[in-house]
């Protein structure tokens, strides 16, 4: 009872506690934000995996795997298998509408030939694309003046989807939305147009180039296509490389498609061809499976070498087939999270990292908490002989201290989780921020007041009083230095995205963390005092009491 | 031997360390109060009236092995942990000569400070004002030690030393940073309090202060001496 009133007393009745919550705070937000943060990415990540290529990949590049069609039934005959599409992955170069004049940009890009329908059962691409008109008259309301959605056609969403003009039936092609330079970020995360440019208004040209089967490069080939809209994976990387266009497509400019198979070794016919022996089937560099619910991507890659070895029989034993699959050796077959190691392998040592820096900051909390209350008890050792003399036990004064610690975890932890969650709601703005120059009331600000500081300064000087004097100094100079700072800074980019693969930096707070957090910040804030406070437990009466 | 002493002490001897040198300040000092009775212990500075004080409060330990002190029979000086805390709680109050007030708790609350120490908080708390009301001290329940006056500071340390009605009062030199007014008045005050029944052991230096109560012994050379 008395412990918990002169825990209180000492608490408000003077400054030290204060500065031990705001320490106890600042590491709490610090560590808050940069879990938070972490925690946002790999969630990305992870989320943005199926978006990227389902949950378990079949890959053989560049020549491609035959009868593929029946390697997808085999697959999606599995029951750990909800579906899984095609792909042909090649590189290409496209050639911009920008800028005016002759000379237009050119650049290189990853492209995707897909299968719409499928594709989307496996990926939800569907959700990736861009453009859509405003759902409603209010969202359209919300918009800027210059917001490019307002005048979109309501078409676009399916063109996206079908990869396919509606209106002509041309085959379409979507691109990732940094492909393009025209797409500028605003700080509400819509885009406007850059120099009036809209790609979904322009055609672009795709240059391709076919792989003989002997694995030499065959004369290229060029084909034009309407944009028909555009896709944000939020995986930078992806956005600015990736363009799709239709399967079909991809695999005639590739020489991928259905063909002849002509007979090398026989004679020549009469009129010089060679003989035909039979089809050669369409090729995928790919195939991307989903899992069912419930099925982790390791248990869908089992399944799906089970279907593979299937298939591979089937083919072999099928007489009809001349051209034969790949040998499951040759093959590959990953999980998302294998494939995309080199981008998932960098985010988990960081977050590594931030385990350490963990430890510390709990470190630096309980030291802090620690030598805070050793000069307190210190401080205080006349009054804890007091308590001892009139009856208090060893346990009560240690209490008082324990949980002053306590109130200090707690209070630290809270404020600290309000401040991390103030910095994480408002970090793609804070960020945006600093990325420009700061605004002219903000460095003028600075210097006013620390020209108030000043003339307190003077003010305090004057009357002979030396550490108010010696305080205002240091506010006039803290505050000049950052209006100094703020005046000189010319806006720096620390959130480089193509360094973080993503466009957006993670902006919810990991509430598991910040509770696992602040009960760290009470344990260790508990712990620091429990040294000053068995200390203060074994002061002796008669010693304490003895001199004023 | 009808009844048993108040309070009793025997040959107590009490020793510091000053490093290599042993200081020997009590050498088998001898002590006797009876129930209702008002000892003033004199002596010169350095004789050794308050560490008598403190082992009678149980606030320190006599040298092992010899003597010891006997509370109302009972032998208490060896007491340990809770019953020690509980024996400096109720059964003796203690007053210095510095009022060893707490700076962050009003009059009131340093006055209540044994009663929540025991556990018993609202319960006490009439008794206590009442006290403090009879010390002169009602207008000054809410103020903090600092906003008082010496002899106020001190009625209030009296007040906390009988907020949960010891047996004994234990008084080191409780005027002795008090001009000659003030302390009279508290003087006075501890003569009320006497003659209401409480039993009172009083270090002072000033024979006058002394000639207040019933018997006076003198500490000489480490031992109690009657005079
Ligand atoms: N903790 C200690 N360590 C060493 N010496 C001590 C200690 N406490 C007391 N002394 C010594 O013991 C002697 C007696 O001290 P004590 O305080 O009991 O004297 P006193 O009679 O109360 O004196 P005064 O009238 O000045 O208050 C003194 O010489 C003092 O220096
Ligand atoms: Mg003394």
């Given at each position: 009872m008395y412990a918990i009133q002169l825990a209180n007393r000492y608490l408000t009745s003077r400054i030290i506690p204060l500065i031990a919550v705001g320490a106890v705070a600042l590491c709490v937000a610090l560590v808050v934000i940069v879990v938070s943060v972490m925690s946002g990415f790999l969630d990305m990540l992870k989320s943005s995996g199926r978006t990227l290529m389902g949950d378990v990949v079949i890959n053989y590049p560049v020549r491609g795997m035959p009868w593929y069609d029946e390697l997808v039934r085999a697959i999606e005959a599995e029951p750990a298998a909800q579906a899984a599409t095609p792909l042909v992955d090649t590189y290409g170069l496209l050639r911009m509408p920008y800028p005016q004049g002759a000379e237009k940009e050119v650049v290189t890009a990853n492209v995707w030939g897909i299968d719409p329908a499928s594709f989307e059962r496996v990926t939800d691409y569907s959700r990736t694309l861009h453009w859509r008109p405003p759902a409603d008259q209010a969202e359209a309301d919300a918009m800027g003046p210059d917001d490019p959605r307002r005048k979109l056609s309501p078409r676009i969403v399916a063109d996206g989807l079908a990869l396919r003009r509606g209106d002509t039936g041309e085959p379409g092609l979507v691109m990732g939305l940094h492909v393009s330079i025209v797409n500028e970020r605003q700080r509400d995360g819509s885009y406007r147009s850059r120099y009036g440019w809209f790609m979904p208004d322009h055609r672009v040209t795709l240059t391709l180039v076919p792989i003989s089967a002997k694995g030499t490069v065959a004369e290229p080939r060029e084909q034009v296509f309407p944009v028909v809209n555009e896709f944000r994976s939020a995986v930078y990387q992806i956005d600015k490389n990736r363009v799709m266009i239709p399967l079909a497509e991809a695999q005639r400019m590739l020489r991928l498609d259905e063909g002849t198979l002509h007979d090398m070794e026989a004679p020549p016919n009469a009129d010089g061809s060679q003989p035909v022996l039979g089809r050669s089937p369409a090729r995928v560099?790919?195939?991307?499976?989903?899992?069912?619910?419930?099925?982790?991507?390791?248990?869908?890659?089992?399944?799906?070498?089970?279907?593979?070895?299937?298939?591979?029989?089937?083919?072999?034993?099928?007489?009809?087939?001349?051209?034969?699959?790949?040998?499951?050796?040759?093959?590959?077959?990953?999980?998302?999270?294998?494939?995309?190691?080199?981008?998932?392998?960098?985010?988990?040592?960081?977050?590594?990292?931030?385990?350490?820096?963990?430890?510390?900051?709990?470190?630096?909390?309980?030291?802090?908490?620690?030598?805070?209350?050793?000069?307190?008890?210190?401080?205080?050792?006349?009054?804890?002989?007091?308590?001892?003399?009139?009856?208090?036990?060893?346990?009560?004064?240690?209490?008082?201290?324990?949980?002053?610690?306590?109130?200090?975890?707690?209070?630290?932890?809270?404020?600290?989780?309000?401040?991390?969650?103030?910095?994480?709601?408002?970090?793609?703005?804070?960020?945006?921020?600093?990325g420009e120059r700061a605004p002219l009331w903000s460095w003028t600000a600075c210097f006013a007041a620390s020209t108030i500081a000043l003339l307190m300064t003077v003010r305090q000087g004057l009357r002979g009083v030396l550490l108010p004097t010696l305080l205002w100094l240091v506010g006039a100079i803290t505050l000049g230095l950052a209006g100094a700072g703020l005046m000189a800074h010319r806006g720096t980019l620390i959130w480089d995205p193509a360094v973080y693969y993503f466009s957006t930096i993670p902006d919810r707070v990991d509430w598991v963390t910040a509770g696992i957090t602040w009960l760290g910040a009470v344990v260790f804030s508990v712990l620091g005092a429990s040294v000053p406070a068995a200390k203060a437990a074994d002061i002796d009466p008669v010693r304490a009491l003895r001199h004023e | 031997m009808s009844e048993a002493p108040l309070l009793q002490a025997r040959d107590l001897h009490k020793t510091y360390r000053m490093g290599r040198l042993d200081v020997p300040v009590l050498r088998g000092a001898d002590f006797t109060m009876r129930k209702g009775e008002w000892v003033a212990i004199l002596g010169s500075s350095g004789s050794g009236k308050s560490t008598l004080m403190h082992l009678l409060g149980l606030l320190d330990e006599p040298d092992r092995g010899r003597g010891g002190v006997w509370f109302e029979g009972q032998p208490v000086a060896g007491l340990r942990g809770g019953a020690r805390n509980h024996y400096r709680n109720r059964s003796v109050g203690f007053v210095f000569q510095f009022y060893h007030l707490l700076p962050e708790l009003t009059v009131l609350e340093n006055a209540m400070l044994p009663c929540r120490v025991a556990g018993a908080g609202r319960a006490a708390a009439g008794h206590v004002r009442s006290l403090l009301t009879a010390f002169g001290l009602d207008h000054r329940l809410h103020h903090r030690p600092r906003e008082l006056s010496g002899g106020e500071r001190q009625r209030v340390a009296i007040a906390r030393a009988l907020a949960n009605e010891p047996r004994v009062l234990l008084a080191d030199e409780p005027t002795g940073n008090l001009d000659a007014r003030t302390g009279g008045e508290i003087l006075d005050m501890i003569t009320g309090l006497h003659r209401q029944g409480l039993s009172i052991a009083m270090v002072t230096h000033d024979p006058a202060v002394a000639a207040r109560a019933d018997r006076v012994v003198q500490l000489v050379d480490g031992r109690v001496a009657d005079r």
């Open positions: 560099h790919r195939v991307l499976v989903r899992a069912r619910p419930g099925v982790t991507p390791d248990q869908l890659r089992e399944a799906v070498e089970t279907a593979y070895a299937r298939f591979e029989q089937a083919c072999a034993a099928d007489p009809s087939k001349l051209v034969k699959p790949p040998l499951r050796e040759m093959v590959s077959i990953l999980t998302w999270e294998q494939h995309l190691r080199d981008l998932i392998g960098p985010v988990e040592k960081e977050r590594e990292m931030m385990r350490i820096l963990f430890s510390i900051v709990y470190l630096v909390c309980a030291g802090l908490v620690l030598s805070i209350f050793w000069a307190i008890v210190q401080e205080k050792s006349r009054d804890i002989g007091i308590l001892r003399s009139i009856g208090a036990s060893r346990g009560g004064v240690l209490w008082i201290f324990l949980q002053y610690g306590l109130v200090i975890g707690l209070v630290g932890g809270v404020v600290g989780i309000g401040l991390g969650w103030l910095v994480i709601t408002n970090i793609n703005a804070i960020h945006q921020a600093i | -």
